[in-house]
Structure formats: structure tokens, C-alpha cells
């Protein structure tokens, strides 16, 4: 089974990779791996692949992971143990719109992941309902 890498160097931020998309999401608590930590390094690198000349589309295919991946937990609350973890999906969210609304409708085709990244067209297309008999 292969571990999953959760690291962060912050003498690496000036570099367009992983530790940099960390720093930019606030994801850099990677010492409690998946706990802590809300992508993995290859996600993140997943995601630069898909965009390597566009920066704030791969952030925003990572914010998109996370607000997914953050949207069903609820808040919880045990004794005087207390976690709030819907106000932290809003925060992920509100990044995420406001990084939507600055790249621009034009540029974020959604729900067709990396379709430019691995030459395959969009899953959804005009006819694709129709019956050819």
C-alpha cells in the first residue's frame, strides 16, 4: 500500500510547486497527515499538472477538492469538546468563489476536470440525448 505524503516547506513558497499552493489554501499542518492536512502533495501536484502554465486554475481545482471533500461534516459537539467545521467548509467555499469570480466564468469550464489536460472532450455535449433511429 503506498503512503500518502503530506509535506510543507516554507523556504520553498517562492517556487510554483506544492509547498507554495499549500501556503496560498492555508493547508500547511501536514504533521497530522490527513487529520491536519486537507490535500495530499500528489493532489495538489495532480493539479498543477493538469494547469502548468495557469497557477490560479490549478488553485482552483484544489479549493474545488477541498470545498467537496469538506462540504458533508457536520459540526460536532462533545462535553466541552467543540468543532466547528462548517464554518471552516464557508471559508473554503468563500475562496473558492471569490477565485471563480476573478478567473472568470469563461475560463472555469466545471464540471469537465483537466479536459485540456488530457485531450479527451467533455463528458456532456449538445445531442448527447438524442435518439439516432
Known sequence: ?????????????KDNGIDRMRFELG????????MTAALTDA????????YPKRW???????????????A?????????LEYDLGARAKLWRKDYEDLKKEIGDTETAL?????????KPPYFHTGMMENRR
Open 72 to 80: 458533508y461534516e457536520p459540526d460536532t459537539k462533545t462535553g466541552p
Open 43 to 50: 493532489e495538489i501536484q495532480a493539479a498543477l499538472d493538469c
Open 56 to 70: 490560479k486554475r490549478a488553485k482552483l481545482m484544489c479549493l474545488e477538492s477541498i470545498c467537496r471533500r469538506f
Open 111 to 119: 464540471p469537465s476536470f483537466c479536459a485540456d489536460g488530457f485531450g
Open 27 to 34: 493547508d500547511t499542518m501536514v504533521e497530522g497527515e490527513s
Open 1 to 13: 500500500m503506498e503512503t500518502k505524503a503530506y509535506n510543507y516547506d516554507p523556504t520553498k513558497i
